[in-house]
């Protein structure tokens, strides 16, 4: 199956920081700002919502590496926004620059890599884990 997909396809995703997705809850850290996890689930859903238009019936993505830095706090109150770009193509391997912002400036950035998975045989082999 072809998964040629749009060279520099795009998406962004805000999300507003609230005392449930500090460092405190995700029990990153201690200080009440935006948390690095939450930050990455930021970035991750920017980059699946980038593509996700593109893929055939019955197939997804899933991640597979991201190498993220974390540069500037975010308080609680502040919108985070994610912003994926696909910048690479090497059959299912798909790369995706992303870049972090609040209402005050950068925040992040990530090189994140997902790979195109037929979603019906990915969960029946992870169900089969269930049986072991």
Same mark, same amino acid.
């Given at each position: 199956m072809d998964f040629t997909l @749009? &060279?520099?396809a795009a998406a962004e995703i805000t999300e507003v920081v609230t005392e449930d997705n500090t460092a405190i809850k995700y029990a990153s850290g201690t200080a009440? %700002?935006?948390a690095t996890p939450a930050l990455v689930g930021l970035m991750e859903? =920017? &980059?699946v919502k980038a593509i996700g238009d593109q893929l055939p019936q019955g197939y997804s993505t899933v991640g597979i590496s991201m190498n993220i830095k974390h540069t500037s706090a975010t308080p609680v109150g502040m919108t985070v926004k994610a912003k =994926? %770009?696909?910048i690479d193509q090497d059959r299912r391997r798909l790369t995706f620059k992303i870049e972090g912002y609040d209402d005050a400036g950068s925040v992040g950035e990530a %090189?994140? $890599?997902r790979f195109i998975? $037929?979603?019906a045989p990915f969960i029946e082999k992870a169900n089969? @884990?269930?049986k072991k």
């Open positions: @749009k &060279a520099n009440p %700002v935006y859903h =920017a &980059a =994926a %770009v696909l %090189v994140h $890599e998975i $037929e979603a089969a @884990k269930l």
